[in-house]
Structures are given as C-alpha cells and as structure tokens.
C-alpha cells in the first residue's frame, strides 16, 4: 500500500458507515490516512472534509493518480 494509491474501503463516521474509494495519504504503522474520493466535495459537511481514518480491507489497489493527478491534487490541498 502507497501513497497516492485508490482503494475501496469501509469509512465509518458517526454510528453507520459505508463502503467508498479512497485515496491513501499517509501511512503509518496499520494506519491509514485517507481522503474520501467524491464529486460532491463542496457540499460536505466539516466532518466529511476532515481527514477520517480507514482500515485496509487487504485488497489491491484500484487505481493510482498520474504524475499529473498527483501535482493538482496536491495544488488542491489549503
């Protein structure tokens, strides 16, 4: 597991949770610090826009951002 990699795991908030692709920030020891992928980023709340923690469902990756991809979403971060 890498940064910069897209993987689908189970993100919890609250009292419930579902599953939803995330792209894999940081790592450090058995966590993980993700960013939730959606189109509808704007209209979250604070909570959603913070940093939630997932746990590794042991699946590869599904995707990984470009070189390019990685440059814009790095320009995104405040």
Do not use: C
Request: charged share 30%.
């Amino acid at each position: 597991m890498n940064v910069f990699d897209i993987f689908i795991a189970y993100v919890a908030w609250e009292d419930s949770g579902k599953l939803r692709p995330v792209l894999v920030i940081e790592q450090q020891d058995a966590i993980l610090s993700v960013f939730n992928i959606t189109t509808q980023y704007e209209g979250k709340s604070e909570a959603i826009r913070d940093l939630p923690k997932a746990v590794r469902d042991g699946k590869t990756p599904i995707g990984k951002l470009t070189d390019a991809d990685k440059q814009r979403f790095l320009d995104f971060l405040p």
